[in-house]
């Protein structure tokens, strides 16, 4: 009998927990959980779900590791589900996982920000290496997984010449979240893909920051604020199609910064980024990939990006204000 083919999720957060779940009710996959901080909490209680999407029940993962070197030593992985937060000036992802990847591992990296696939091309150049995009809504907190009413990935194979060599794999794992009801799709160049969702997280997240811990649906609702989210929105879209040289694919009918803050102002139950919560808990703010990052492309492609400039220096001076 054939094995399954083996998932490790590494990070047991909100995008882990909960596409760590759909995975678990496939009999295609078996799959592993590395937690760190909710260790204890996912290995004797597991998770209580609450879905808008799938409904309410409790995920209790079949094998849940504390570390990297614990999951290493029990065998190798087909695939590794990178849910780490992206802090590039904090540690370097793609060291934290090296000892689970093997070259029969295709990593794929549920991560937000621009530029992430970076370390980890350059650490495994001969591993295929899977940008994935999240479209959901769902949260973390006091054991509860909370999540809204759909759920989307968008992946492609980041190099060129790894896409035809790899693509079988890439569909079984995206067939198998599709058996499972998450919407799956596969795209030769994920980038506008990412560049789309960026439009949200590169300008609610540092500007709630600044905002002392305004929902988004407060900041869009507000005209002073609106105007500089749609601005920083404006400079995003510039700078994503002279990048991609391609227009953004518009999910969730998002194709301006006026369709963006309308987008933001329909969702029902208040939103708070994860910057904002990291900032409140002063905790490391993933600021390299969500702003720093962009900007040093807008450099190399001539894009004036001056909102988030400003935005990158205010948040990098209250982060480095935690330990006043």
């Known amino acids: 009998m054939e094995l399954k083919p083996r998932v490790l999720i590494v990070g047991g957060g909100a995008i882990g927990a909960l596409f760590g779940w759909r995975l678990s009710q496939s009999d295609k996959v078996s799959v592993s959980l590395v937690c760190r901080s909710n260790y204890v909490e996912a290995k004797t209680r597991g998770y209580l779900v609450d879905s808008a999407q799938f409904g309410k029940g409790v995920y209790r993962p079949k094998t849940v590791f504390q570390s990297i070197d614990e999951a290493s030593l029990c065998g190798s992985y087909d695939y590794v589900i990178v849910a780490l937060k992206a802090l590039p000036n904090i540690y370097d992802c793609a060291d934290r996982v090296s000892r689970v990847i093997t070259p029969k591992t295709m990593i794929m990296l549920f991560q937000n920000g621009i530029g992430i696939e970076d370390p980890f091309v350059a650490r495994f150049p001969h591993v295929p290496v899977v940008s994935t995009v999240s479209f959901v809504s769902v949260k973390y907190e006091n054991g509860v ?89 404006a400079e995003i879209f510039v700078l994503g199609k002279k990048v991609t040289g391609r227009a953004f694919p518009g999910v969730d009918g998002i194709v301006d910064p006026e369709s963006a803050t309308s987008y933001i102002k329909s969702i029902p139950v208040p939103v708070y980024t994860s910057m904002l919560v990291d900032s409140q808990c002063k905790r490391p703010m993933e600021r390299d990939v969500i702003l720093k990052n962009p900007i040093a492309l807008a450099a190399q492609h001539n894009v004036d990006v001056p909102h988030m400039k400003a935005l990158y220096a205010m948040v990098t001076m209250i982060e480095e204000g935690y330990s006043k």
């Open 145 to 233: 997984l909370k999540h809204g009413g759909f759920s989307m990935l968008a992946s492609g194979i980041h190099l060129p010449e790894h896409r035809s060599v790899y693509a079988d794999k890439l569909q079984y794992i995206c067939d198998v979240f599709g058996d499972q009801g998450v919407s799956s799709i596969i795209e030769q160049d994920i980038q506008p893909y990412r560049w789309q969702k960026h439009i949200l997280n590169g300008s609610t997240n540092p500007v709630s920051v600044i905002c002392n811990g305004a929902s988004c649906q407060q900041m869009a609702k507000n005209p002073h604020c609106r105007t500089l989210l749609e601005e920083t929105m």
